[in-house]
Nanobody, 126 residues
Framework: QVRLVESGGGSVQAGGSLRLSCVASGLPFNSRCMAWFRQAPGKEREGVAALSPSSSRIIYSDSVTGHFIISRDNAKNSVYLQMNSLKPEDTAVYYC???????????????????WGQGTQVTVSN
């Protein structure tokens, strides 16, 4: 059974930083493409960042390029999202997702990702 568990969310003031973590189990983590998505109230779930198993290919959405960093530690079955210079518009539930890497995992489309965590809330205030 695949399980993805996110942690690290919370409340922070604008300009602050948070680091999200996701621990995976029940899948061959070191051969899976991993991604972070987010969903703000009343909005569609959107892709934020994704990376290949060896981290040789990393993708960011335009909205977070330059202030979020995705990384992974295959020895710990973990993927991370370092979020810097946070803005109120970054407020959302953040989800970790896993992909087999066959097909367009780098298009950051939620429909392409079969495995999801339960999400962690990030709230950024002025």
């Amino acid at each position: 059974q695949v399980r993805l568990v996110e942690s690290g969310g919370g409340s922070v003031q604008a300009g602050g930083s948070l680091r999200l973590s996701c621990v995976a189990s029940g899948l061959p983590f070191n051969s899976r493409c991993m991604a972070w998505f987010r969903q703000a109230p009343g909005k569609e779930r959107e892709g934020v960042a994704a990376l290949s198993p060896s981290s040789s290919r990393i993708i960011y959405s335009d909205s977070v390029t330059g202030h979020f960093i995705i990384s992974r530690d295959n020895a710990k079955n973990s993927v991370y999202l370092q979020m810097n210079s946070l803005k109120p518009e970054d407020t959302a539930v953040y989800y970790c997702a896993a992909h087999t890497c066959y097909g367009r995992w780098d298009a950051l489309r939620k429909e392409d990702y079969p495995f999801w965590g339960q999400g962690t809330q990030v709230t950024v205030s002025n």
